[in-house]
């Protein structure tokens, strides 16, 4: 399965995105998928992640403010993002909850300035 995470950008401190990941692939759609983000100097972190079914978890870092749903029909992960802070600011990528992984691809980049 190839991964491709978009919708990236600057955005100002109480901003919004919407990321997407599109899937190539049938595993895509009956796996649970998360959202990861690296921000720099630091470790991959978990942000949240949906099952097949529409079951979702969120980081405590986020909770609140970020909404993970998926299209199953349509290969398709998204992530609303609300109220950004700087501490937000990081490479988003999507992939399964858990090893083995599907390849990473390139993510995208959320920067949250004034």
């Known amino acids: 399965v190839q991964l491709q995470a978009s919708g990236g950008g600057l955005v100002q401190p109480g901003g919004s995105l919407r990321l997407s990941c599109v899937g190539t692939?049938?595993?895509?759609?009956?796996?649970?998928m998360a959202w990861f983000r690296q921000a720099p100097e630091k470790q991959r972190e978990l942000v949240a992640d949906?099952?097949?079914?529409?079951?979702?978890h969120y980081s405590s870092s986020v909770k609140g403010r970020f909404t993970i749903s998926r299209d199953n029909a349509k290969n398709t992960a998204y992530l609303q993002m609300a109220y950004l802070k700087p501490e937000d600011t990081a490479v988003y990528y999507c992939?399964?909850?858990?090893?083995?992984?599907?390849?990473w691809g390139q993510g995208t980049l959320v920067t949250v300035s004034s």
């Open positions: 949906i099952t097949f079914g529409g079951t979702t």
């Open positions: 692939g049938s595993d895509f759609r009956f796996n649970t």
């Open positions: 992939n399964k909850i858990q090893p083995p992984f599907f390849s």
